[in-house]
């Protein structure tokens, strides 16, 4: 019945935005840990940013540091993923993902998300 659903995604010039979306449905996700992942063409996927329960926390892989922002709303069971000053480097299918367990603090495994969405395409051009 849960589901996560992306949207947002593109192409794009180098330099430019793109804001992506994560729809949560069949039940809530607000005492879920809320990440981010991506999967650049032939390569592994790699965690990209984490929201805690709350919103009070956040994660960011070093190369979105300063260029992502991650947020939620709970009482609208979204994530969003900002993404400013995009590079060509940021090309990558875009995943949602939800975990509902603390892992002792641990955000960065993709084993520990339960939940997945479907990915959207982010293509960055130069």
């Known amino acids: 019945q849960a589901q996560l659903v992306e949207s947002g995604g593109g192409l794009v010039q180098a330099g430019g935005s793109l804001r992506l979306s994560c729809a949560a449905s069949?039940?809530?996700?607000?005492?879920?840990?809320m990440g981010w992942f991506r999967q650049p063409p032939g390569q592994e996927r790699e965690f990209v940013a984490s929201?805690?329960?709350?919103?009070?926390?956040?994660s960011y892989v070093d190369s979105a540091k300063g260029r992502f922002t991650i947020s939620r709303d709970n009482a609208k069971n979204l994530v969003y993923l900002q993404m400013n000053s995009l590079k060509p480097e940021d090309t990558a299918v875009y995943y949602c993902?939800?975990?509902?367990?603390?892992?002792?603090?641990?955000?960065?495994?993709?084993?520990?998300?339960?939940?997945w969405g479907q990915g959207t395409q982010v293509t960055v051009s130069s």
């Open positions: 993902a939800a975990d509902p367990s603390n892992n002792g603090g641990r955000y960065y495994l993709s084993t520990d998300y339960k939940y």
């Open positions: 069949g039940r809530a996700f607000s005492n879920y840990v």
């Open positions: 929201i805690s329960w709350s919103g009070g926390r956040t």
